[in-house]
């Protein structure tokens, strides 16, 4: 199932919840407002973005060279362009997002250097794209995104992209892949090992990496518990080492 490019879903109204992001709610009003209506996907919708802005404002906390207001535009446009898990688009999500990020806050009247920091920020968010996050900002957008993929939150987020993409729960004939290469696009459980435990390495701050460990332990117990009620050994998947 492959579809078009387009924002991500707006689920909750921004304008309730622009307070989240003071002392720049103005600001975010403003990038909200520009992304126009939502799409459909409730794993990138408006929730996602207030949980990668707690994150992301955590992680700053503890990072006093951090550009907030930067950090700020980043977190609320990094998925401005949304593209499907199937799409043979994907590689390319996050360098469309950050063209299309450039364009909203050169009608705002940033500096083409803060354009290019921003989309810089964006590009390097995504673990499809394989770009090394250069700045502080970049490092913080990247952890705070990929906490939100993993945890309890990352176990729904999984099987509810799983479902959009009409994929089956696990392989009834082998559910842990070792006989057989890893392909999440047909099997749910298989993105657990064949990308959210890998995760686990790739954190770049502290405090991320710290977050991370709580985070990947809870995912560590559900695919054991996951295992063992499909009458196997609750071992865990390939890839949580």
């Known amino acids: 199932m492959t579809t078009p490019v387009r924002p991500p879903a707006a689920a909750p109204r921004a304008g309730d919840l622009t307070t989240a992001f003071a002392p720049h709610q103005a600001l975010a009003r403003r990038l909200l407002n520009a992304l126009g209506p ?16 707690r994150n992301a404002a955590a992680i700053a906390a503890s990072e ?3 550009d ?27 360098r469309l997002a950050a063209a299309r990020a450039r364009e909203i806050v050169a009608a705002l009247g940033w500096a083409v250097g803060r354009q290019d920091a921003l989309a810089h920020a964006i590009e390097a968010h995504s673990f499809s794209a394989g770009i090394a996050p250069r700045s502080l ?8 995104d990929r906490l939100d993929a993993i945890g309890a939150i990352g176990i729904a987020r999984c ?15 082998d559910p842990d892949a070792a006989d057989r290469p890893l392909d999440d696009r047909r099997f749910a459980f298989d993105h657990f090992a064949a990308k959210l435990f890998k995760l686990g390495d790739g954190f770049r701050t502290d405090a991320g990496r710290q977050a991370a460990a709580s985070r990947l332990a809870t995912m560590t117990e559900f695919v054991a518990a996951f295992r063992a009620e499909l009458g196997g050994a609750p071992v ?3 890839g949580s080492d």
């Not at 099987?159 to 004939?173: C, I, K, Q």
């Open 159 to 173: 099987f509810y992209v799983g479902g959009r993409l009409r994929s089956a729960l696990y392989d009834p004939a």
């Open 236 to 238: 865990r998947a390939r």
């Open 137 to 144: 900002e970049a490092c913080i957008l990247q952890d705070a």
């Open 38 to 53: 939502g799409g459909s996907d409730g794993s990138h919708d408006l929730s996602h973005l207030l949980r990668v802005w």
């Open 68 to 94: 907030v207001e930067l950090l700020v535009a980043a977190v609320l446009l990094h998925d401005c362009v949304a593209v499907e898990k199937d799409s043979p688009l994907r590689a390319q999500a996050s």
């Open 64 to 66: 006093p060279g951090c």
